[in-house]
């Protein structure tokens, strides 16, 4: 990626939608690098607060170490959630070929 | 019948407690309404008559055979799509969730049921819940009743259009940047971020997990803090929820409707009142309309200053990508929703992508892509961690405000409802709806939006909200300021809705009956 934070090529987009699993097409390539770019300009004066000792909040509200009462409760039906689900062969979820991916 | 749909939701259920009229009665009148004005208004994406009617039979029921009701039994409610229902449709305004029926209810979807509260059906949405217009829907657009050619408002708009609109006297939104109080805003109407925590989200579809929260729209503030203790509560499949128990805001709304406001100090936040500029004028004018107004009930004006608001844009708007992004790789085309281009020879990660490609709108996939960006590494640090810091920063700053100040006030958006297709194509407009309403998201505390005037400087004379936050678990303060404001605006210049043209065939606004 390059350097300069408030740019970003249409190479980059390309590898930032595969990277999110996007099949994005050649006139959205154009479309996002440039509102990204936009967008990614406006929000790059986050790095003019001076904030280098400052704790990062990760939620608003802390908590530690949150667990339920290790009690067990019944899952949902098999069938309930195969319902929704795109494919499904033999009760489960059938799933294209996941080997021979390149990783 | 059309008299139903104008009531309060405290007032329709002390109807139906007393036998003066049915649940089924309210319930068909309000589906007769939604029937007559939802081809104008484009509220629900999906309305769910015989359950509706089942739910109102079975508080008619109750009611006969001697059994106590609570307070909104048997009271109509719009659903925001992003909330899951079981047996009922829910695509969070997705086509990646077009056709999936959820096998469970969301915690606040139980609790509505259990309160004999009758689900009408489900409302438009921004595309999991990303926008502020509701025009990024995959399925509609809605419309704001007030104008038919301007948005309701978003991510919640179909919520605020369906309460705006007498469809529903009560709605459910989620808020993650503003999502409740600017619809509310932008249609004149009553909405409550609670503090984050205070109402689970367990069986939210997430957007951005750290900043969700789900929460009431009402046409006045008690009906809104009704809605409110329904949906509050400790939750124990949400590990973020509260496990305390929060203040009870209805009382709040209650003492604040005696307009009496002695002795509480009310912070105007210097960084969100437009000095420098980029705030209609029309939005200013109402708000220094508030300020007096509120002055005159008792209240104790003070300036303050939380120098780090002005970072909250860059700080949101790094960190709800951020979080999208991780959060929609669960849409992985396997589990549940659309699986696109598997015709045996494309493996799981090429049906991924085309699956993702075709489900998704380009406002989610921008940011799928910020987020993927600000994570990605050499860049985490600069701005996800960054992002992070700041939010220390802007809870640092609301923590100084409140110890000069009871609750902190402020326009709940710098424009009024905008036209159809007037911001969608450039985000950085779109996103700055949401610069008044994203300090107290990041923070977790509590705001609402309560209607505070009318500004006809876009044109036609449209409602403006005032913003008023409290600190964390202090929702009653919201509540009690913003009822006083309320009853002081309603005694000076009646019911603001009244200002809604008529929908429909029915007559809405002619008589304004709002309580």
Known sequence: MSDDRSTLTRDEVAHLARLARLAVTEEELDLFAGQLEVILGSVARIGDVAAADIRPTTHAVPLQNVARPDVVLPSLPREAVLAGAPAVEDDRFRVPQILGEEE | MAELIELSAAETAARIAAGETSAVEVAQAHLDRIADSDDQVKAFLHVDTEGALAAARAVDDRRRSGEPLGPLAGVPLAMK??????????????????????????????????????????????????????????????????????????????????????????????????????????????????????????????????????????????????????????????????????????????????????????????????????????????????????????????????????????????????????????????????????????????????????????????????????LSSGYYDAYYGQAQKVRTLIAGDFEAAFGQAD?????????????????????????????CTLPASLAGTPAISVPCGLSDEAGPALPVGLQIMAPTMAD????????????????????????????????????????
């Open chain 2, 81 to 374: 799509d992003v909330v899951v229902t079981k047996g009922q449709p829910t695509t969070s305004g997705s086509k990646i969730l077009q056709g999936w029926i959820p096998p469970y209810d969301a915690t606040i979807t139980r609790r509505v049921r259990e309160a004999g509260i009758v689900m009408l059906g489900k409302t438009n949405m921004d595309e999991f819940a990303m926008g502020s217009s509701t025009e990024n829907s995959a399925y509609q657009v809605t419309r704001n009743p007030w104008d038919l050619s301007r948005v309701p408002g978003g991510s919640s708009g179909g919520s605020s259009a369906a309460v705006a609109a007498r469809q529903a006297p009560l709605a459910i939104g989620t808020d993650t940047g503003g999502s409740i109080r600017q619809p509310a805003a932008v249609t004149g109407i009553v909405g409550h971020k609670p503090t984050y925590g205070a109402v689970s989200r367990y069986g939210l579809i997430a957007f951005s997990s750290s900043l969700d929260q789900a929460g009431p729209f009402g046409r006045t503030v008690e009906d809104t803090a009704l809605l409110h203790q329904v949906l509050a509560g400790h939750d124990p499949l949400d590990s973020t929820s509260i496990p305390t128990a929060g203040p009870d805001v209805v009382a709040a709304a209650r003492e604040g409707a005696r307009a009496d406001l002695t002795g509480v100090r009310i912070g105007i936040v210097t960084e969100l009142t437009g000095l420098g500029g980029g705030y209609q004028d029309g939005v200013l004018a109402s708000f220094k309309e508030a300020v007096l107004t509120l002055r005159a009930l008792g209240a104790e004006i003070v300036q303050v200053s939380c120098p780090h608001f002005d970072y909250a844009l860059a700080a949101y708007y790094l960190i709800a990508p951020s979080e999208c992004s991780s959060n929609l790789a669960r849409f992985d085309a396997v589990r549940y929703g659309l699986r696109a281009g598997d015709d045996g020879s494309r493996s799981l990660e090429e049906v991924m992508s085309l699956t993702r490609e075709q489900g998704f709108g380009p406002e989610v996939k921008r940011r799928i892509m910020i987020g993927t960006y600000a």
């Open chain 2, 476 to 515: 009653d303060r919201c509540y009690r300021v913003g009822a006083a404001f309320e009853a002081a605006y309603l005694a000076a210049n009646g019911p603001i809705l009244a200002g809604v043209p008529r929908l429909g065939s029915v007559g809405a606004g002619t008589d304004g009956a709002t309580r």
């Open chain 2, 407 to 435: 609750v902190l006030i402020s326009p709940t958006s710098p424009f009024v409802a905008f036209e159809v297709g007037e911001r969608v194509a450039d985000p950085m407009a779109m996103y700055v709806n949401d610069l």
